[in-house]
């Protein structure tokens, strides 16, 4: 399948600051999906977002879809020692050989 | 039940041993997939059984032969790897192809 553009690979913050990643891809996405996967852990699945524009939220996570559907952003406010892990987004191919491509993903740590 | 089960979930083997992943799900999914994550990069996809059935396999190498025996089963049988194999691999399943992917704990493998 074709890649996410994933950015920054890495961010260290000190807790209570905020953070944010983005994806990027060069067409048009059906879906995007993000993952946590904490240190020695596997991913968990955070959110799926699928009209143009759209934005939700989980408690401190803001999650957005660009309106062209070619690029979406995790935000969290005020991170916290527990928000450490790497976030990943994820692409979906549609149609009978439907599969999921993640990004490269961005590693979040946190100075408490 | 609400979750996807791997074991074992540490394995050392040689590169003329043959052994086994196994991964369950009691959550009625009818997709099952395994991916291969190397440190620091995001996970690959390997396969995805659709109703028991291989519907995608990735080029990946034949000795990793994947068996669904059952739409709560999903084995991976190795046989000859290399080190380079060595790597973290993630069972994971969803309602249907195109359904958020819950995945599993994983297997930590380790070839010599």
């Known amino acids: 399948g074709q890649q996410v553009m994933q950015i920054p690979q890495y961010q260290h913050v000190q807790e209570g600051e905020d953070f944010t990643t983005y994806c990027n891809s060069s067409t048009t996405l059906s879906n995007i999906q993000w993952y946590k996967q904490r240190p020695g852990g596997h991913p968990v699945f955070l959110i799926q977002?699928?009209?143009?524009?759209e934005v939700k939220k989980q408690k401190r996570l803001t999650f957005q879809f660009g309106e062209a559907k070619k690029n979406s952003s995790l935000h969290i406010t005020a991170t916290q020692t527990t928000d450490v892990g790497t976030y990943f987004c994820g692409r979906s191919s549609g149609g009978s050989n439907y599969k999921l491509t993640f990004g490269k993903g961005t590693l979040l740590t946190v100075n408490p | 039940d609400t979750e996807v089960t791997q074991t074992p979930k540490h394995l050392v083997m040689g590169m003329t041993n043959k052994k086994s992943l196994k991964c369950e799900q009691h959550?009625?999914?009818?997709?099952m997939y395994w991916y291969k994550q190397k440190a620091k990069k995001p996970p690959e996809l390997m396969f995805v059984y659709s109703y028991e059935k291989l519907s995608i396999n990735e080029s990946v190498p034949s000795r990793f032969s994947p068996e669904c025996p059952n739409s709560s089963l999903l084995n991976l049988h190795l046989h000859a790897l290399q080190p380079e194999d060595s790597a973290l691999y993630l069972c994971?399943?969803?309602?249907?192809?195109?359904?958020?992917?819950?995945f599993g704990p994983g297997t930590r493998l380790l070839v010599l």
């Open positions: 994971a399943s969803s309602l249907g192809t195109a359904e958020t992917q819950y």
């Open positions: 959550m009625g999914h009818r997709a």
């Open positions: 977002l699928v009209k143009s524009g």
